[in-house]
């Protein structure tokens, strides 16, 4: 696997047809379902991505090479990474699989405390035995 990602796994409000897909500031290569090891809690208008077992199914977006960098300036400011003293998100490298079963490693956000969410409701997984989160209508976008 490359070391250095192309690739963002997205979970939450960057998904296609939801409120902040449209702020993706270049048009992704490629984009594919695939699952990461998690545990998802609905915090209400958003998701929250934390350690743990799950198969936390999301988006995989192919960003082209020259077009990585500004998407993760982008993203890292949507998701409260890095822009002050605390950190809503952290971005991190995790490891997914494709539904075609192919392994890929992805930059993600994960939330930075996870103690502050240990009270919110977890996201149920589905009865193909994956936690997906969606806000907009779930019927919009059929799993495969």
Same mark, same amino acid.
């Given at each position: 696997?490359?070391?250095?990602?192309?690739?963002?796994?997205?979970?939450?409000?960057?998904?296609?047809?939801? @409120?902040?897909?449209?702020?993706?500031?270049?048009?992704? *290569?490629?984009?594919?379902?695939?699952?990461? @090891?998690?545990?998802?809690?609905?915090?209400?208008?958003?998701?929250?991505?934390?350690?743990?077992?799950?198969?936390?199914?999301?988006? &995989?977006? *192919?960003?082209?090479?020259?077009? &990585?960098?500004?998407? *993760?300036?982008?993203?890292?400011?949507?998701?409260?990474?890095?822009?002050?003293?605390?950190?809503?998100?952290?971005?991190?490298?995790?490891?997914?699989? @494709?539904?075609?079963?192919?392994?890929?490693?992805?930059?993600?956000?994960?939330?930075?405390?996870?103690?502050?969410?240990?009270?919110?409701?977890?996201?149920?997984?589905?009865?193909?035995?994956?936690?997906?989160?969606?806000?907009?209508?779930?019927?919009?976008?059929? *799993?495969?």
């Amino acid at each position: 696997m490359n070391p250095v990602p192309s690739c963002v796994f997205v979970y939450g409000t960057l998904q296609r047809g939801e @409120k902040r897909a449209a702020l993706w500031p270049h048009p992704p *290569l490629d984009v594919q379902w695939a699952t990461t @090891k998690g545990k998802l809690h609905d915090l209400g208008d958003y998701p929250a991505l934390v350690d743990g077992t799950d198969s936390v199914l999301g988006e &995989l977006w *192919l960003i082209a090479g020259e077009d &990585l960098p500004r998407t *993760l300036q982008i993203l890292d400011s949507i998701e409260g990474f890095a822009q002050g003293d605390v950190d809503l998100y952290v971005r991190q490298i995790v490891d997914c699989v @494709k539904l075609s079963g192919e392994a890929q490693r992805a930059y993600t956000y994960r939330y930075a405390n996870p103690n502050e969410i240990a009270g919110a409701p977890p996201v149920a997984a589905g009865p193909e035995g994956l936690v997906h989160w969606r806000r907009q209508d779930p019927q919009r976008l059929r *799993l495969p």
